[in-house]
Protein backbone atom coordinates (compact mmCIF):
# COMPACT_ATOMS: atom_id res chain seq x y z
CA UNK A 1 0.00 0.00 0.00
CA UNK A 2 1.31 3.82 -0.98
CA UNK A 3 1.57 6.64 1.06
CA UNK A 4 0.18 9.29 -0.26
CA UNK A 5 0.08 12.90 1.14
CA UNK A 6 -3.30 14.67 1.26
CA UNK A 7 -4.45 18.64 2.77
CA UNK A 8 -7.39 19.38 3.93
CA UNK A 9 -9.85 21.88 2.20
CA UNK A 10 -11.50 22.49 5.31
CA UNK A 11 -8.59 23.60 7.86
CA UNK A 12 -5.33 23.16 5.47
CA UNK A 13 -3.46 20.53 7.51
CA UNK A 14 -0.95 18.47 5.57
CA UNK A 15 -1.20 14.66 6.23
CA UNK A 16 0.44 11.54 5.11
CA UNK A 17 -1.72 8.24 4.96
CA UNK A 18 -1.18 4.75 4.10
CA UNK A 19 -4.28 4.38 1.50
CA UNK A 20 -5.10 0.63 -0.33
CA UNK A 21 -5.68 1.71 -4.36
CA UNK A 22 -8.88 0.75 -3.90
CA UNK A 23 -9.27 2.57 -0.45
CA UNK A 24 -11.91 5.83 -0.42
CA UNK A 25 -10.02 9.14 0.68
CA UNK A 26 -9.16 9.47 4.41
CA UNK A 27 -11.01 12.00 6.93
CA UNK A 28 -8.41 14.96 8.10
CA UNK A 29 -6.96 13.84 11.33
CA UNK A 30 -7.58 17.24 12.94
CA UNK A 31 -11.01 18.32 12.12
CA UNK A 32 -12.60 15.27 10.98
CA UNK A 33 -13.45 16.79 7.41
CA UNK A 34 -14.13 14.33 4.60
CA UNK A 35 -13.10 16.84 1.93
CA UNK A 36 -9.27 16.10 1.53
CA UNK A 37 -7.06 16.52 -1.72
CA UNK A 38 -4.54 14.21 -2.66
CA UNK A 39 -1.19 16.10 -2.76
CA UNK A 40 1.80 15.10 -5.59
CA UNK A 41 4.77 14.48 -4.30
CA UNK A 42 7.90 16.60 -5.08
CA UNK A 43 8.97 14.49 -7.90
CA UNK A 44 5.87 15.02 -9.71
CA UNK A 45 5.91 18.92 -8.53
CA UNK A 46 8.98 19.09 -11.29
CA UNK A 47 6.43 18.24 -14.27
CA UNK A 48 4.31 20.51 -13.43
CA UNK A 49 1.35 21.56 -10.40
CA UNK A 50 -1.49 22.15 -11.86
CA UNK A 51 -3.47 19.90 -10.30
CA UNK A 52 -2.35 21.33 -6.90
CA UNK A 53 -4.79 22.78 -4.70
CA UNK A 54 -4.72 26.26 -4.57
CA UNK A 55 -5.94 28.80 -1.65
CA UNK A 56 -4.75 31.74 -3.61
CA UNK A 57 -1.28 33.24 -2.15
CA UNK A 58 1.04 31.06 -3.21
CA UNK A 59 2.16 27.49 -2.33
CA UNK A 60 -0.09 24.66 -1.59
CA UNK A 61 -2.32 26.88 0.63
CA UNK A 62 -0.71 30.20 0.28
CA UNK A 63 1.96 30.05 2.45
CA UNK A 64 0.52 29.78 5.64
CA UNK A 65 1.41 26.45 6.65
CA UNK A 66 5.05 27.48 6.70
CA UNK A 67 6.38 24.63 4.28
CA UNK A 68 5.97 26.30 1.25
Known amino acids: MPIYEYVCMSCESHFEELVGMSDPDPVCPDCGNAKV????STSFAAHGTSGQPSFGGGGCCGGSCGCC
Open 37 to 40: AKQF
